[in-house]
């Protein structure tokens, strides 16, 4: 999975850097891409702010949504294997002391465990529905600018039109096809751009999405046997 995620990373900064790139280097007839870029006013500048504002969170998410942060393997087994050796004390100090999410999930279950099954599954859920949220809600900012990058490119040529149309309407007669090509390709730029934003977006926020639920699954699974464990008193010191 992290390999995934390097690939996933490696294209969105590629079709980052494309875009960009193609602003510098590419002509068209009438002037260069920047030019062109230069007449759609403001709307190629709130497209960069955000497209570096996603690219940035998104790049955050990727590093920090690492399956090893959220649920390390080493606790996972340290854990069980206390859990297992009746040391419930030794659990609840280890998931105490991990800041991760399986540690925060696993203390306020082992927690309970007094108070008996139900109350280490309703803490379970609670805490790890809490703890999801939080994961969730990055990804529901990444979707967010996704969703609104197309927008700002539809505003944008919404403009450029508006500015062929003014330039038809002032010249009537002798509008040229060079005069209206100017502002469709400023209008179409915005299209482009903010396309370019929202792709790369959508696809790291989808593989993000998956990535959580894939590890909630996993961490619920390591509670959930640590509650059998608990509860039905498999212990290797009674054993």
């Keep these: 999975m992290r390999n995934k995620f390097t690939v996933l990373a490696t294209i969105a900064l590629g079709m980052l850097a494309f875009s960009t790139g193609a602003m510098g280097a590419e002509e068209v007839q009438g002037g260069s891409f920047m030019d ?3 007449d759609g006013s403001f ?7 955000v497209s570096i504002a996603g690219f940035a969170l998104a790049l955050q ?17 340290e854990l069980l294997n206390c859990v297992q050796e009746g040391n419930l004390d030794a659990a609840v100090e280890a998931a105490q002391s991990d800041g991760s999410m399986l540690g925060t999930v696993a203390f306020a279950t082992l927690s309970n465990a007094q108070y008996g099954k139900e109350a280490m599954e309703s803490a379970m859920a609670d805490t790890g529905e809490v703890e999801a949220n939080k994961l969730l809600n990055k990804i529901g900012v990444l979707n967010l600018i996704a969703a609104i990058a197309p927008m700002l490119g539809l505003t944008g040529t919404t403009i450029g039109m508006i500015k062929t149309f003014a330039v038809i309407a002032v010249k009537a007669d002798a509008v040229t096809a060079s ?3 100017k502002g469709i390709a400023v209008a179409l730029i915005c299209t482009f751009l903010g396309l370019m934003v929202a792709i790369p977006l959508l696809c790291v926020g989808f593989f993000l999405k998956a990535k959580v639920t ?24 009674e054993a």
Excluded: F, W, Y
């Design 43 to 49: 709307m190629e500048i709130i497209i960069l702010l």
């Design 61 to 77: 998410a990727m590093v920090s949504m690492r399956a090893h942060l959220l649920r390390p393997p080493e606790l996972a087994n």
């Design 214 to 237: 894939q590890i909630v699954l996993e961490i619920a699974n390591d509670c959930n046997e640590m509650i059998r464990v608990v509860t039905s008193g498999e212990t290797t010191q």
């Design 179 to 181: 005069d209206m090509a």
């Design 36 to 38: 062109l870029a230069k």
